[in-house]
């Protein structure tokens, strides 16, 4: 056997002295009796759907967006390319509304999900079994079973919570995904020119300027790559990488009349209103900023466009 998965039982901690079954039990090393086992088959969502574990548009990963945005994506492209793969390898629909999970109770239909009873100590999945994978994707995701026992230990699971996710290869696969996604953006980074590093930076709100010496640009733009989530600004809570990689990877032409709108505004040359119009002296000249960038990079348009860029080159020289 390759590689495997692992659903392990959770070790309860009893009073050895107040003579329970429990303590009893505990005193030996076990949960329950040796050979007993707690029987498990797909969680049924409010809405209908099994929680497949296989499922992009599933609804507990929501949460997992709002909580950790960093891994929601890492964990739509693994499970999206596992699904797509385990597919093709058993021929069958595992969408979450599929037959293969809702008859399971079904006694004519052969090919279906497996009703799991789970045992004392390590249940093992070969991951080279395709229908195993199956299985241990739907259990891995089941909300009766803890998502690692430091998740379980942090009070994130109920405390009658009997097993836990045991292997290490989803939490490795996971940081070996998001550290990859963000060395290559550190790499495309170095790529970059300093005039686009200082245009990308602005755009993704940091404090930078034409006078930004390279080591303070490229160190602010490193630091941003590299957090968690964005904590503030228009784009809190989203991913860093996504986002630097979205505008670093724009056509220059692209970045500069956008960097040159967002400048405009911050300069006062033109007033955004509450509903996101543009505005000069008063009068609107654009019904968003998306709007003025299509305006500005239009062919027909460049005399406008040079002449904002003039108007931003007076301001900055009165502030000099």
Do not use: C
């Not at 429990?22 to 969502?45: C, D, I, N, Q, W």
């Not at 919570?161 to 290559?184: A, H, M, P, S």
């Not at 602010?220 to 986002?243: A, C, M, R, W, Y």
């Not at 724009?250 to 505004?265: F, G, N, R, T, Y």
């Amino acid at each position: 056997m390759g590689k495997t998965g692992k659903i392990s039982s959770i070790k309860k901690e009893y009073n050895r002295n107040n003579g329970s079954l429990e303590a009893s039990l505990s005193a030996h090393g076990y949960s329950r009796f040796p050979g007993t086992g707690v029987r498990f088959v797909p969680y049924k969502e409010a809405n209908g759907t099994y929680r497949t574990g296989l499922d992009p548009n599933a609804t507990y990963l929501q949460k997992l967006k709002k909580t950790h945005p960093e891994n929601y994506k890492l964990e739509v492209d693994r499970v999206t390319e596992l699904k797509k793969r385990l597919e093709a390898e058993t021929g069958l629909d595992l969408g979450p509304k599929s037959e293969y999970y809702t008859q399971i109770f079904n006694d004519r239909v052969q090919v279906k999900a497996a009703i799991v009873r789970l045992k004392e100590g390590d249940n093992v999945y070969n991951m080279d079994d395709p229908f195993q994978v199956i299985t241990y994707e739907w259990l891995r995701v089941h909300p009766l079973i803890a998502s690692s026992y430091q998740a379980y230990e942090r009070g994130e699971y109920p405390s009658n919570t009997q097993f836990y996710v045991n292997d290490e290869n989803i939490e490795e696969e996971l940081k070996y995904r998001k550290k990859t996604l963000i060395n290559k953006a550190i790499g495309f980074l170095d790529s970059l020119s300093l005039e686009k590093r200082k245009k990308v930076a602005r755009l993704l709100g940091l404090p930078v300027s034409d006078n930004s010496k390279e080591s303070m640009v490229y160190n602010l733009l490193d630091t941003f790559i590299k957090q968690s989530e964005i904590k503030s600004g228009d784009f809190k809570g989203g991913n860093p990488v996504d986002l630097f990689n979205k505008f670093s990877t724009m056509d220059d032409k692209l970045v500069s009349a956008k960097d040159l709108v967002e400048q405009a505004i911050k300069h006062s040359i033109y007033r955004m209103t509450k509903g996101g119009r543009i505005t000069e002296g008063g009068q609107e000249i654009a019904k968003d900023k998306a709007d003025l960038v299509d305006f500005l990079l239009d062919e027909k348009n460049q005399d406008d466009l040079f002449a904002l860029q003039e108007k931003l080159k007076m301001k900055k020289s009165v502030l000099v």
